[in-house]
RNA sequence: GCGGGGAUGGCCCAGUGGUACGGCGGCAGCCUGCUAAGCUGUUUCUCGAAAUGAGAGCAUGGGUUCAAAUCCCAUUCCCCGCGCCA
């Protein structure tokens, strides 16, 4: 949530920052209006009850002093009970729309955010890495990776990773429809272990990285949930527990996030750098459609997720460090991505600024995002309340989140760049981690 | 799930209906040749330009009362014991 106090002394940046995001300013009018109101009733209730302070005060010395007139005074105080209780109803009303309104209004954007709207205006920063291209994609591929020209040309389109998942038995799309509907899926044989390799190299990276690793909850209750995100969105998105004030997290930066709700942090603590293990669960309502097969797009997948907690002047530095930490993992593995600049129209309300790392998929002929990292600046903190200690007061801390490793995104990507004829080869890095270093017909 | 105990400011802790005691730590000042000790003040949130202004705040939500940390009801979490369980 935002600052309220710099809302009032500054509206102009938030009425700038809502129009290069395509909202509708009308919430910032909204706001203003519910919130003049709130203020004089803040005032005539606090002298209201200040008069009933003071009677009581004087009701206490009487009945000390012995003095029986008493009923009178009581008579008082509640006609002012009965005042405070209509005005304080009223006020009840104004605080849960002004705050509803206050959670619509969206973090101010950083200075170099590109304003504009739609996936392909969103400002390409990067390119990096050793592409396969078929023919037909030639033009786009040059023209959405800066003009790169490290790549081979495939005179075959590369084959989909459904059809490799068909050929080598790696993974039960049909029987995990049965049982739990589309989008589902049961990972088998090599396919699976290469998810598990996956998982344990984020953990042995980022643990290099001065990560402290750890899974966490995979469901958390709606406080919590709605500190983390902007849960009035993305509501839909959300798997919700029948019977229990639980949702199933859609990314372990739910839990990262929400975990150190309402404490104050030590300057000396300061940066935290956390990371979650933990399946993502995602209705995706409103993907109808999109990404229909395979394991691109489904409704629960792994992650590995780095989260920063710091100090509100360091937050670009660390943003910078969680983007090149999944860099490196991408290079890593050695798959083709460019970074991409989000724009003012495709970001999320908590961010200020959102890099999103995208991988080179050939047999899709696009780049299609692994990696979301963001800048939620004192967005999120103000929202649960996440304070650090200075000689100058409490101040809300900066927090920043970034993908790790999307493991499916990953295993789907492997297969696309690292398929050969006969089977698929296993990223060098992470032979050690499977055992194997192909993935064929003849093993399972 | 059952029984018992608990939750008070950054931390510890007192408080059986009259408007949050005391300590520790932090910060600021005083005192000191320096350090330590000592002394004084301060320590959360909100409204207010500010006040030697006011209001709120004792796990959460209700209730009783002129007045609730305190009494009543419900809920959450933690600890101990029992039960169940991968």
Redesign the pocket.
């Known amino acids: 949530m935002i600052d309220?106090?710099l809302l009032r002394a500054d509206s102009k940046k938030f009425y700038d920052s809502c129009k290069a995001r395509g909202f509708d300013t009308e919430i910032l009018d909204k706001f203003f209006m519910l919130d003049s109101k709130w203020?004089q009733n803040?005032?005539t209730l606090?002298d209201y009850?200040?008069e009933?302070?003071t009677?009581?005060?004087e009701?206490?010395t009487m009945?000390k002093t012995g003095n029986t007139e008493i009923s009178k005074l009581?008579d008082k105080?509640?006609d002012i009970?009965d005042k405070i209780a209509i005005i304080e109803e009223e006020q009840k009303r104004i605080e849960i729309q002004r705050s509803e309104t206050v959670h619509l209004i969206p973090n101010l954007l950083a200075d170099d955010v590109p304003v504009c709207s739609g996936d392909d205006n969103s400002k390409i920063v990067k390119y990096c890495g050793h592409a396969r291209v078929f023919t037909e994609d030639e033009n786009y591929f040059k023209q959405n990776s800066m003009n790169s020209t490290d790549y081979d040309v495939m005179h075959v389109r590369p084959v989909d990773h459904q059809t490799i998942m068909e050929k080598y038995d790696l993974a039960d799309l049909q029987r995990a429809g049965k049982i739990a509907g589309s989008r589902f899926y049961f990972l088998k044989n090599r396919l699976f272990k290469l998810e598990l390799a996956l998982i344990n190299y984020a953990v042995d990276f980022l643990s290099q990285r001065n990560f402290t690793v750890m899974e966490p909850p995979f469901m958390i209750n709606y406080t919590s949930m709605s500190g983390a995100t902007d849960i009035e969105t993305f509501k839909d998105a959300l798997y919700k527990i029948e019977g229990d004030d639980l949702y199933l997290i859609a990314t372990a930066e739910h839990p990262l996030a929400s975990m150190l709700a309402g404490e104050?942090l030590e300057e000396g603590e300061l940066p935290l750098r956390l990371s979650g293990v933990s399946p993502c669960f995602r209705r995706e309502a409103g993907a109808h459609g999109k990404d229909t097969k395979g394991i691109f797009r489904v409704h629960q997948f792994n992650k590995i997720e780095q989260f920063i907690y710091c100090k509100p002047e360091d937050s670009w530095d660390y943003f910078k460090e969680l983007v090149s930490n999944a860099e490196d993992i991408y290079k890593s593995l050695d798959l083709p991505y460019r970074i991409v600049n989000i724009c003012s129209g495709d970001l999320g309300s908590l961010a200020a600024k959102k890099y999103d790392i995208e991988v080179w998929y050939p047999s899709q002929g696009k780049f299609r995002e692994v990696v979301s990292a963001s800048n939620d600046t004192d967005y999120q903190a103000r929202s649960l309340n996440i304070k650090y200690r200075t000689?100058d007061?409490?101040k809300f801390v900066h927090t920043l989140n970034s993908t790790a490793i999307a493991t499916e995104r990953v295993l789907v990507a492997i297969m696309e760049n690292y398929q050969q004829e006969n089977g698929i080869k296993v990223p060098d890095v992470l032979v050690p981690y499977t055992g194997f270093s192909q993935i064929t017909t003849e093993v399972k």
Do not use: D, T, W
């Open positions: 309220i106090k203020k803040l005032r606090n009850k200040h009933k302070n009677m009581s005060l009701i206490s009945v009581k105080v509640k009970n104050i000689p007061g409490n």
